[in-house]
């Protein structure tokens, strides 16, 4: 049984005792980070009150014992999204994820060749290949969005011709929340030979994911959006893919054999690409934060949170002032705009009513261009949120007329 009041408990900063701007928290800004349940933190702390010691280095106990506690994190990921252990790179988040297989792939790609990606994408699915076209030539293609701003299989099939060595997608958009076919998206890109890296930053968190399902050739995702510690996050792709693929990162612990005519060969995936000293209790808490998640059920938490969408989408209809941008979509993201007031302006308005929510362009510049607006606000649901957080939204939207009077005046 889904019992939010019951989940909340979990949550130190959901105890009722925080505050923002001196009013109770309400924190709807999970596309950004989530707050971490007790579980997650008690699982890092364990670590270093427990076990403290580096991994694959020394032969004593407690170095034994966090080589087992690291292997074991993996191994939750990787059944998670339903991988092999040897296939789950762990990294410091998606950023890094996407620019590692940037890095991989700008040896293999040439002049010519064209990475199609699509406006609605994050920053760091954005500027790795940028930077690859300046590179080597490469023609950066956009996948046109149709009238919603959603990525479709018709409009894929525009623009996807022989020349198209890799495409970049996004499961679920950081600003409008469409959810894309990645399953048919991925086939149709393998029909024309190309690599299909698939941005998982705002599904897992939120949805079951099965990478061989939906067969990606890559994968990432950050453990900070789904109740994990921050700088830890995953790196997937088919295993031959990885292991034909450079390391952006070199260093100890990776690297099998090196000499003094600067020759050097790398370690077996996953490890050849988890140079230095990873972030062992990083992993650990996100293997913690995937048991918590598992007992709940990705499946409640994905039906809770649409059922919250609606019940925001029906309340936002209560302020005329407000105009959402997507209200088709059906994931826990809405974006809006109060009318005649500055997104960021419309932020602060918020925080004095203890509301926190992101406003500008989401790290989606391109999108922002299409939507014709310079900046939006973005409330973003998770699971330990309420109708009450929602309320307090509405709530504090409504007031958004004496606040246009004192923005005029
Ligand atoms: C869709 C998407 N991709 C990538 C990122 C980057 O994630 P991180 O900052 O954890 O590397 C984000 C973060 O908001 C995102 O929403």
């Not at 209790?281 to 969408?309: P, R, T, V």
Request: aromatic letters at 10%; charged letters at 25%; one cysteine or more.
């Amino acid at each position: 049984m889904f019992d939010v009041k019951k989940i909340r408990k979990d949550f130190p900063l959901l105890d009722g005792t925080k505050t923002v701007d001196g009013k109770p928290l309400v924190y709807l800004d999970n596309g950004a980070t989530t707050l971490k349940p007790r579980q997650v933190i008690d699982a890092e702390v364990k670590y270093y009150e427990n076990i403290g010691a580096n991994i694959h280095r020394g032969d004593y106990e407690l170095a034994y014992n966090a080589d087992v506690a690291y292997s074991e994190a993996r191994r939750k990921v990787a059944k998670f999204i339903g991988a092999d252990d040897k296939e789950i790179v762990f990294t410091s988040g998606t950023t890094m994820s996407l620019n590692m297989v940037a890095y991989g792939y700008s040896k293999k790609l040439n002049k010519g060749d064209v990475i199609l990606i699509d406006v609605t994408e994050h920053a760091s699915n954005v500027l790795p290949w940028f930077n690859i076209a300046k590179e080597k030539g490469v023609e950066i293609r956009y996948i046109p969005l149709n009238e919603n701003g959603e990525v479709t299989l018709e409009n894929l099939k525009k623009v996807l011709t022989e020349d198209v060595k890799l495409v970049s997608i996004t499961q679920v958009s950081n600003v409008l929340g469409y959810v894309n076919d990645i399953k048919e998206l991925a086939r149709l890109a393998h029909e024309v030979g190309a690599v299909f890296v698939c941005d998982g930053a705002q599904s897992t968190p939120h949805m079951k994911v099965d990478v061989k399902d939906l067969d990606v050739d890559f994968f990432v995702f950050s453990g900070h959006k789904l109740c994990a510690p921050t700088g830890i996050g995953v790196l997937y792709g088919k295993y031959d893919l990885l292991e034909n693929m450079d390391s952006m990162l070199l260093g100890g612990g990776m690297n099998n054999t090196f000499n003094i005519l600067g020759e050097f060969s790398y370690l077996p995936t996953p490890t050849k690409f988890e140079a230095g000293t990873p972030n062992i209790a990083g992993a650990i808490g996100l293997g913690a934060a995937i048991d918590y998640l598992e007992s709940i059920g990705m499946d409640n938490i994905e039906a809770y949170e649409k059922e919250l969408k609606q019940y925001a989408l029906e309340r936002l209809k209560e302020c005329p002032n407000v105009t959402v941008y997507n209200s088709s979509s059906t994931t826990g993201i809405i974006d809006f705009n109060i009318e005649g007031v500055p997104a960021q302006d419309a932020g602060s308005h918020f925080n004095h009513y203890g509301v926190c929510v992101r406003t500008g362009e989401h790290c989606a510049k391109l999108l922002h261009n299409y939507l014709h607006v310079d900046s939006t606000v973005r409330c973003s649901l998770y699971f330990y949120n309420t109708k009450e957080d929602i309320d307090a939204l509405i709530d504090a939207a409504k007031e958004g007329g004496d606040f246009l009077d004192a923005f005029f005046n």
